[in-house]
């Protein structure tokens, strides 16, 4: 996930506190009279910024790639999703203790060093085609990914001006959605090439060709993962020895309410805010990780699903632009989040009425509402936490556990060996199993974009 602060740039103050939010430390611009050049610096940190987005949406090309090498069902294949996404969930706490022991820079480091480990395990995983140990693979992935990002985020707002920081991080979040879109792309050309025709001969095989064929089809990720841990780890020791300027851990100084409260269950608008963003990252992986699986149920093969998700991500990248070009200069971020709450709603009753082609574009088209959904949220649930900011920030990066558990509850209303197969019904097909559960995630986040941010504030 990214965490982006495009349109956000009211004013200074603004800039500063949000990145000291999200990544529980005080960021302090370069000296003025510093005269370095750190186009380097930012050039490496948007690398990372690529690798944030390609390693995160690769899943939509997995998913369908891990169901056909290992025989599984729709459930069982989307625990891709729900192993990678729980891994914020058990990281949130975590990071802040870690990064205070190794600093952000070696915080990054360790990141990418983690992230090639999990790379690394999907050598063995595929060998000997077990597809619990593509899961420890992708978990790891997601580890090394949330200490990442909780590390790196900071330094692309200290690398120049402050008073530029959020164009920066504007670019940056241009380079995370544009990888999301190019990695089902590569890795769909690499590991799931005439993938229809090749289910179509499993099918036909007797026991042991389909065992070889599917043995081989596993194989084909060992280069790939191989070569991603080598970039990874290259990566993780140049920025070890990269100089990079220092971040000071400091009290937060963030503007607490009129009346000083004395516990974080004091803030219902935050509380309300961590379900937000639940329900959020639900839907996000819901429109970019199951288009394919959704298109499939459709009956398009598989040489056309692979692709799917890089449809909601370029969807993605268009609102990511109308959000830099338009907020604030034109809306206000609670405006936005209720416009792209209701053409939530809009397009996903839209993919449920139609079938084929329209059908799966109404999908894609969902990447363009919730593009503009996560800068809007974060900041409305951390407003006026004061010195509970930290652990506030620490609950919402939780919430991205959302992506790991909706998709879980969408494929328990048809599959039966889900683990949400209690949902179980045999009068709700995928598509009706799409609609509920999209549909009560964004009359949700329209809720707390017009009242739910307000709980518990004190009027003006």
Not at 214 to 241: E, F, G, H, M, T
Not at 282 to 296: F, H, P, Q, S
Request: net charge positive; aromatic share 12%.
């Amino acid at each position: 996930m990214l965490i982006t602060l495009a349109g956000y740039k009211k004013t200074l103050t603004h800039t500063k506190r949000f990145m000291a939010i999200l990544n529980t430390a005080t960021l302090e611009s370069p000296p003025v009279q510093q005269k370095q050049n750190y186009t380097f610096a930012i050039s490496i940190i948007g690398v990372l910024f690529f690798i944030f987005g390609f390693v995160t949406w690769t899943n939509g090309s997995l998913i369908p790639f891990l169901q056909l090498a290992c025989e599984l069902t729709v459930s069982q294949a989307l625990l891709v999703t729900f192993a990678f996404y729980m891994a914020y969930f058990f990281l949130a706490l975590p990071s802040s203790f870690i990064l205070e022991k190794t600093g952000f820079k070696n915080g990054m480091s360790l990141g990418l060093f983690v992230m090639a480990i999990g790379s690394l395990i999907f050598i063995p995983a595929a060998m000997n085609r077990t597809y619990s140990l593509f899961l420890i693979g992708l978990f790891v992935q997601g580890t090394g990914l949330a200490l990442l990002q909780t590390a790196s985020n900071p330094y692309i707002s200290v690398l120049g001006p402050i008073e530029s920081a959020a164009k920066r991080i504007s670019i940056m979040g241009i380079a995370n959605k544009a990888a999301g879109a190019i990695a089902p792309l590569i890795v769909g050309a690499l590991v799931l090439s005439g993938a229809q025709a090749l289910k179509d001969k499993i099918a036909a095989a007797d026991a042991t060709v389909k065992e070889q064929l599917l043995n081989d089809l596993a194989s084909k990720v060992i280069v790939p993962y191989a070569l991603l841990a080598a970039v990874l780890i290259v990566l993780a020791v140049i920025l070890r020895y990269l100089h990079l300027p220092e971040i000071e851990a400091a009290e937060d100084d963030s503007v607490a309410t009129e009346k000083e409260k004395t516990s974080i269950f004091q803030y219902p608008h935050l509380w309300l805010g961590v379900i937000c963003l639940f329900v959020y990252v639900g839907v996000e992986v819901m429109a970019g990780d199951v288009i394919g699986t959704y298109g499939k149920m459709l009956g398009f093969s598989l040489d056309d699903t692979k692709h799917f998700t890089s449809y909601t991500l370029i969807s993605m990248v268009v609102g990511y632009v109308v959000g830099i070009v338009c907020i604030p200069k034109y809306m206000k971020q609670e405006t936005a989040l209720i416009i792209s709450s209701i053409i939530g709603v809009i397009f996903t009753v839209g993919a449920y009425f139609t079938t084929g082609s329209t059908s799966v574009t109404f999908i894609a088209l969902l990447g363009l509402a919730n593009s503009l959904m996560w800068p809007a949220i974060f900041p409305m649930a951390i407003n006026k936490l004061g010195k509970y900011t930290k652990i506030g920030s620490a609950l919402l990066i939780m919430g991205i556990a959302g992506g790991a558990i909706l998709p879980q509850i969408y494929a328990g209303m048809f599959d039966t060996k889900s683990m949400f197969s209690f949902l179980y019904s045999s009068s709700i097909n995928f598509q009706l199993a799409f609609i509920i559960c999209m549909l009560p995630c964004y009359a949700y986040i329209l809720y707390y974009a017009i009242a739910g941010h307000k709980v518990g504030l004190a009027k003006k």
